[in-house]
């Protein structure tokens, strides 16, 4: 290992990416994790790093997350430096330059690149740090799991998995409020209960506050209301289950929330385009020619 410290000032660094043939990447990319998209996730992957590897980036317009489990790493940021050491969670706030490299003989880490968007603005207002979490051991294997199972309709609840452990690092260190976070948490909840009958009275009981101050937070995180924010996973889980299953429409209505298959195919329809069954047609159409 012939990399030396480094104590750089703010105009000292660059953009650099100093990759060894002795390292190893998986990266999850929205093309095969199209759902990474619906939470602001850029890009992900999973590493195994020896040898030569440096990253650095002068004004990067993404937040960048690592999430150590063996090995270290060093982290230069204007005027200091920090260590990462296994069981850590390395925060990188977008618009601020950074430099980490290898510390050791080998360095093994999941990340995430989060777009600085109105999910995750707010991570601008933390400073760069690396801090202990013990999710980091529960977030890195599903992340690793994520990468194997991309191809499968497995992908979204391991992806909500994710971005659930994920809120739950970021509550204390991100600068979210405890409505927020609790917010958040239950849309993420809700991929596993679309089949229930939800109304804003219900969604906003759930989290503890009024029906309007549910709504102003949905826009704050999501750009969108608590019922349009509703159905719009309510459309993914639809879209998934007509191109992955062999389920009838019916089922597929009522597993959505749609208890009449005639209501769910109109409403298909107004969303896509496309009647159900045109689309199921489609999508196994275009698995066939892959």
């Not at 937040?63 to 063996?70: G, I, K, N, R, V």
């Amino acid at each position: 290992m012939n990399q030396q410290p480094v104590n750089l000032n703010h105009d000292e660094f660059q953009d650099l990416l100093v990759l060894g043939p002795e390292c190893r990447e998986r990266f999850l990319i929205t093309e095969e994790v199209p759902e990474m998209q619906d939470y602001d996730l850029h890009l992900g992957g999973v590493s195994v790093l020896q040898g030569r590897y440096q990253v650095g980036q002068k004004t990067p317009d993404l937040h960048t997350l690592l999430f150590t489990t063996a090995g270290r790493g060093r982290l230069s940021l204007p005027g200091r430096q920090l260590a990462i050491p296994p069981g850590s969670v390395t925060l990188l706030p977008a618009g601020r330059p950074f430099l980490f490299e290898l510390d050791g003989d080998d360095w093994h880490m999941a990340w995430l690149l989060l777009r600085d968007s109105g999910t995750w603005a707010r991570l601008r207002e933390h400073d760069s740090d690396v801090f202990q979490h013990d999710q980091v051991w529960a977030l890195a294997p599903l992340m690793d799991s994520l990468y194997h199972q991309s191809r499968t309709p497995r992908r979204r609840p391991l992806l909500t998995l994710v971005h659930e452990l994920l809120t739950e690092i970021l509550s204390q260190q991100g600068g979210f409020s405890r409505l927020e976070m609790a917010v958040r948490q239950l849309f993420a909840r809700l991929e596993a209960q679309l089949h229930q009958k939800w109304s804003q009275a219900a969604l906003a009981e759930a989290v503890h506050c009024s029906v309007p101050h549910l709504n102003r937070v949905c826009r704050k995180l999501y750009g969108q209301s608590p019922m349009h924010r509703l159905a719009r996973l309510r459309l993914q889980r639809a879209r998934e289950l007509l191109a992955h299953s062999n389920w009838q429409i019916s089922q597929v209505a009522q597993r959505v929330g749609y208890p009449d298959a005639f209501n769910f195919s109109h409403w298909f329809r107004h969303q896509t385009g496309v009647s159900p069954s045109h689309y199921r047609a489609q999508a196994r159409a275009r698995h066939r020619a892959d």
